[in-house]
């Protein structure tokens, strides 16, 4: 990793988008995790997750997505000649202190836990539209690189509703469709990959890093930036699994926790 999590805020959101613009067209392989202050809606009836169709998967997600702002972006890229950045871009538009901005206040106790500062985000974070147009003009969508998450439909949406600067579609074949033309066909969900290589190997992102012994000696995450260190953990695991999969990871690539995004 060519340093750590590079955190991103207003006042460097400048000397950050250079370093970007300089290595996207070079990027191969992009790991993506957002940040959210948790989920309002829930399914009703008593139902497992697991049971609800794919459109009734996507009606929560559209629904939480609509509500529910994000907080941070982390983007971890590799380029064509080795080298690994990742990025944690710090987005203005959650204020704690305002009753009309939803959250889950166990959601927001974590991620505090975590190292998102809540009382500086609206002060000195980065408005969403200067990182949609950092991230378009910067070459790094129409790179193509292979996209991976990890248990990824929220990220996704989020991301989706983010580059395009409008609420989601209530269609899911509608949102299939503008993932589809953000990010292209090789989309992979690291949870999903995991669980296929190895069937232990399941949990947490940070349970999966440390089954597949995917982070380097010495090299590390940090664990006060969760959104950077969360697309730096689902880049090294993805890395690793395409390794130890090889060809057979084709097959894995058309799924996001249930929804057929590509």
Known sequence: MDGAVRSVWADNF??????????????????????????????????NHRDLTAEERYELIRANVA?????????????DDGRRFAWE????????TSRKHARDPKSVAYLAGCGVDFSRLPRAGIDGYRLRWLLRDSGLIRARPSWATFAGAYHVAYFVTMMYGEKLPHSLNAF?????????????????????????CVGALSNVVGKL????????????????????MALLAFETLKNKLGADMEKYRHELCGLQVV
Do not use: W
Request: glycine letters at 10%.
């Open 213 to 232: 012994t995917a982070v380097p000696p010495g090299e590390g995450t940090s664990k006060s930036k969760p959104a950077g260190t969360g697309s730096i």
């Open 14 to 47: 400048k000397a950050e988008s250079r370093l970007l613009h300089q290595i996207a067209p070079a990027v191969v392989h992009v790991a993506l995790n957002i940040q959210y202050p948790g989920c309002v809606f829930v399914h009703g009836n008593g139902r």
């Open 176 to 200: 299939m469709e503008m993932a589809r033309q953000l990010i292209g066909r090789p989309l992979y969900d690291v949870k999903r990959l995991a669980r296929e290589h190895d069937r232990s």
């Open 67 to 79: 509500l529910l702002r994000p907080l941070q972006v982390g983007i971890a890229v590799r380029t």
């Open 89 to 96: 871009f710090n987005l203005r538009g959650f204020d704690i």
